[in-house]
């Protein structure tokens, strides 16, 4: 009965850190700010200038004669510092914030591209099997250019959500 107790206790001491770090990993924020101003140029250019001497991460931006609307990727300490800063544009009208935890579309993109990955294994497999004239070859070959192709993709996407660890996706509207 102590080997038994002794075996849980090990586990769970081994384990249960790792389980908790995964519930913390890969997690974005996503903000959004609405400001509204009465001189609005004025204040426009006022952001536009923060953005620039700051050298913020531009994803999209889009200016007219009346709306200025941002979509920044930030680091935290990024973050704070225009947080600090957003009185000096204007009244900010609505700040909404959220937390994403990315872990499980991480795990379900891994899982798609191990799938992906032994299903082209498969066909290559059945390929080289094939007479390289015949009308089958061309479509189990076609099949795996396309395999190749989503494999590409979800590596990709893959990528872009284990750079998204601790970002603030920040879009300002003035």
Do not use: C
């Amino acid at each position: 009965m102590f080997k038994v107790l002794t075996s849980i206790a090990i586990f769970f001491l081994t384990y249960l850190p790792l389980l908790s770090q995964t519930t913390f990993q890969f997690q974005s924020t996503l903000v959004d700010i609405s400001i509204t101003a009465l001189d609005f140029s004025g204040n426009s250019i006022k952001l536009n200038n923060y953005i620039t001497s700051h050298k913020l991460h531009v994803i999209n931006q889009d200016i007219s004669k009346t709306y200025a609307d941002y979509n920044l990727v930030l680091s935290e300490a990024q973050f704070k510092s225009i947080e600090d800063s957003l009185n000096g544009f204007g009244t900010v009208f609505m700040k909404k914030i959220t937390t994403v935890n990315n872990s499980n579309k991480i795990q379900e993109i891994q899982l798609e591209l191990k799938y992906l990955t032994e299903k082209k294994t498969s066909y290559l497999e059945l390929v080289s099997k094939l007479d390289s004239k015949s009308e089958s070859y061309y479509g189990f070959w076609k099949e795996v250019k396309i395999i190749e192709e989503s494999i590409h993709h979800k590596e990709k996407e893959l990528l872009n959500y284990n750079t998204q660890d601790d970002t603030y996706k920040v879009n300002i509207r003035l």
